[in-house]
């Protein structure tokens, strides 16, 4: 590594050493900063390029199984993995599962890279918007969007790290690739000024193009940073802002609410982009939650109301991760719309299993789907808002936020006030399941540890219940050394020193 370095520095001073002339011609192919960012077009483009990178962190390509929802729902007590012996390229996400950290994980690593990829290309708009003269409103709204999406990575990673390094601005030498690490306060402390940043200078929801932030989506996003900070009062009062916008609404259907045709609804507060076809856009989540291994005939049947072509569908021999687990099936009340809206059922091998159904809408193409991925719901700031309001004891003002969440499920008000924290949180599970907020929840409460000692040993207790196949179980190592975040990056720590 150190002879590498020593070849590039030596590298860097023979080329400045050249003509200027040569140095000053720009490139026909790639374009860098300095040719690049001129035009209001220029930022606009980049700032699209930089949502691309969500779309690495909550898809499921096969290279990476990368998606999301194995650190915020398989980690958790929500979801598991039907264990495939004949299969064990799944060793990395089965350990997410069990509660096994690795420096070296793909999944891991994975999603910390992506959200500093956003971060990079977010610094490297604001670096040098303000250099470009262009229309001030366009300008804003742009620079809005970048500081949400640098909040929104940050958000993630200390979220699920702890302590990362803080870059706020372009790197531009070999020197600058590599911070020390930053103290979760001043991440945090980062993180509200951003999301403060973009809720000045982003438009609402009625005003914004569908897809990208709102200024709703960044109060929305404050509102989440001060519950993890237990800070309630200004909880409560930037998710009040949102409610009090009029921008949004329940849709009286839960399970419209993922539906395709619906995407950016009345009640989406973000939501990650994708577009079934052939362009590089599409979604493929749902065929990682699949009942398998599953034969080719049983994905037809499973697909069969679903308009994908039979001679597209294929056999699916590899492992199947968030599964719903016996936990949260149990954890519905009767009657509760959203069980049914949330969780099918599907034949695989022979054997009937749950998988998540809400993310399972009609396409052409095997393994190609629209399905956008939900980040920030208005059920979940109604549900923030009555948690914020019961924690500082308001807890009538609080029923009327929870019961709205509770009505569209088609459940009775609650009108006691006892035990409320946990009718919340109970709340929170079933309505948000499988959109990555468990365990993320587990952490802030407090309970991490205590709900996963238990899980873990309902699972050891009886396997098969949680997808085992006859003889087989769980790891010894499983559910042993419960921690609240993940390891930073093996490939990571390699090349910084303050790791």
């Known amino acids: 590594m150190k002879h590498k370095i020593i070849f590039a520095a030596l590298l860097i001073t023979s080329i400045s050493s050249c003509k200027k002339d040569f140095l000053d011609v720009p490139s026909e192919t790639n374009l860098t900063s300095a ?7 220029d930022f606009e483009k980049a700032v699209s390029g930089a949502y691309a990178p969500l779309r690495a962190v909550y898809n499921n390509p096969a290279a990476n199984n990368s998606s999301a929802f194995f650190m915020g729902e398989m980690h958790s007590d929500n979801t ?33 890279t992506s959200n500093y990829l956003i971060i990079a290309r977010a610094n490297q708009i604001l670096a040098l918007i303000d250099g470009v003269d262009f229309d001030a409103a366009v300008k804003s709204n742009l620079k809005g969007q970048a500081y949400f999406l640098r909040a929104l990575s940050y958000l993630d990673l200390v979220q699920y ?31 509200i000024a951003d999301a403060s940043q973009a809720a000045s200078l982003l438009p609402a929801k009625s005003a914004q193009e569908a897809g990208r932030a709102t200024s709703g989506a960044a109060k929305t996003l404050l509102g989440n940073v001060y519950m993890v900070l237990k800070d309630y009062s200004s909880a409560e009062s930037v998710l009040k802002e949102v409610v009090s916008s009029g921008d949004y609404s329940l849709l009286s259907d839960y399970a419209s609410v993922f539906d395709p045709a619906n995407k950016n609804n009345s009640e989406s507060v973000f939501e990650v982009q994708f577009l079934e076809g052939s362009e590089g856009y599409a979604s493929n989540f749902i065929y990682a939650m699949l009942p398998q291994p599953i034969s080719a005939a049983e994905v037809t049947t499973l697909m069969g109301d679903y308009g994908v072509a ?20 149990a954890a519905y009340e009767p009657g509760d719309i959203r069980k049914t809206a949330s969780i099918g059922y599907g034949v695989a091998g022979g054997k009937t299993y749950p998988f998540v159904l809400k993310y399972l809408h009609p396409h052409l193409n095997f393994g190609n789907t629209n399905d956008n991925w939900p980040v920030y719901r208005y059920a979940e700031v109604l549900l923030s808002l009555a948690e914020a309001l019961n924690e500082q004891g308001k807890s009538s003002e609080a029923l009327t936020y929870l019961n709205l969440v509770r009505e569209r499920a088609g459940l009775e008000d609650i009108s006691s006030t006892e035990d409320l924290q946990d009718v919340i949180m109970n709340e929170r599970r079933v309505e948000l399941a499988f959109e990555n907020k468990r365990w993320l929840d587990l952490v802030r409460t407090g309970k991490a540890v205590e709900v996963i000692t238990a899980y873990g040993q309902r699972v050891k207790a009886d396997p098969a219940a949680y997808y085992y196949p006859a003889g087989f179980a769980p790891v010894a190592a499983a559910f042993t050394n419960i921690q609240l975040t993940f390891p930073l990056p093996a490939s990571e720590a390699l090349l910084s020193p303050y790791f």
């Open 35 to 41: 040719t690049f960012f001129k035009t209001q077009a």
């Open 80 to 112: 598991r993995y039907i264990l495939n012996p004949n299969f064990r390229a799944t060793i990395d996400q089965e350990q997410i599962g069990d509660f096994i950290y690795d420096a070296a994980s793909a999944i891991s690593t994975n999603k910390y």
């Open 161 to 191: 790290y702890g302590k990362v390094p803080l870059h706020l601005t372009p790197v531009t030498t070999l020197g600058e690739t590599y911070l020390p690490l930053s103290s979760v306060d001043s991440v945090y402390d980062q993180i």
């Open 310 to 329: 039979p001679s597209n569908i294929q056999a699916i021999s590899v492992e199947a991760f968030n599964v719903p687990a016996p936990d949260i099936i």
